[in-house]
T-cell receptor, first 115, second 111 residues
Framework: GAVVSQHPSWVICKSGTSVKIECRSL??????MFWYRQFPKQSLMLMAT?????????EQGVEKDKFLINHASLTLSTLTVTSAHPEDSSFYIC???????????FGPGTRLTVL | EDQVTQSPEALRLQEGESSSLNCSYT??????LFWYRQDPGKGPEFLFT???AGEEKEKERLKATLTKKESFLHITAPKPEDSATYLC????????????FGKGTLLTVNP
């Protein structure tokens, strides 16, 4: 149980294009999902908290107009990187909160490379 | 502000050589302390949640313990497949369920 999927697992795009990443909780409903990015050999950095049916809450320093988050259902959240640039290249990971017991389960991650 | 410090940053063990990883934390109203395992290029895999001082949980060769200031992840007779980065995270009372992660401990178990 408690499986979270992400799609795509990797994507390569040209600078200036937009990329959408999907995060799904497969066997539970998640009122809250989280989006992280991770740089090589570093820990996870929280980007935003996504609550179903409401606007996402972004961490300080994260551009909300660049990283658009939609949490339209209890099993799906999407992250759209708009006008991507090479500095946006990173490993993006989502998690979904299963409640109870308030545990975050993580997806397998999406490797984004912007050329 | 919640803080998590993990030590050591890296640990090399021989197969069968038991050891412990440390996670020191400061948090306003601990809601839970979490241990995850992360393999290269993958998302973290949930291991344990600890809620209060004195609590212990076990899974195969892993045992997690919790005090008011730190948590330990004990690895008994590790195998090469236990090699991974182990992440510790805390969830504070006023955090809206956000996790604050430590930088992790990279464990390598040599055969």
């Amino acid at each position: 149980g408690a499986v979270v999927s992400q799609h795509p697992s990797w994507v390569i795009c040209k600078s200036g294009t937009s990329v959408k990443i999907e995060c799904r909780s497969l066997d539970f409903q998640a009122t809250t999902m989280f989006w992280y990015r991770q740089f090589p050999k570093q820990s996870l950095m929280l980007m935003a908290t996504s609550n179903e049916g409401s606007k996402a809450t972004y961490e300080q320093g994260v551009e909300k107009d660049k990283f658009l988050i939609n949490h339209a259902s209890l099993t799906l959240s999407t992250l759209t990187v708009t006008s991507a640039h090479p500095e946006d290249s990173s490993f993006y990971i989502c998690s979904a909160r299963d409640s109870p017991p308030d545990t975050q389960y993580f997806g397998p991650g999406t490797r984004l490379t912007v050329l | 502000e919640d803080q998590v410090t993990q030590s050591p940053e890296a640990l090399r063990l021989q197969e069968g050589e038991s050891s412990s990883l440390n996670c020191s934390y400061t948090v306003s109203g601990l809601r839970g302390l979490f241990w995850y395992r992360q393999d290269p290029g993958k998302g973290p895999e949930f291991l344990f949640t600890l809620y209060s001082a004195g609590e212990e949980k076990e899974k195969e060769r892993l045992k997690a313990t919790l005090t008011k200031k730190e948590s330990f992840l004990h690895i008994t007779a590790p195998k090469p497949e236990d090699s991974a980065t182990y992440l510790c995270a805390v969830q504070g009372g006023g955090s809206n369920y956000k996790l604050t992660f430590g930088k992790g401990t990279l464990l390598t178990v040599n055969p």
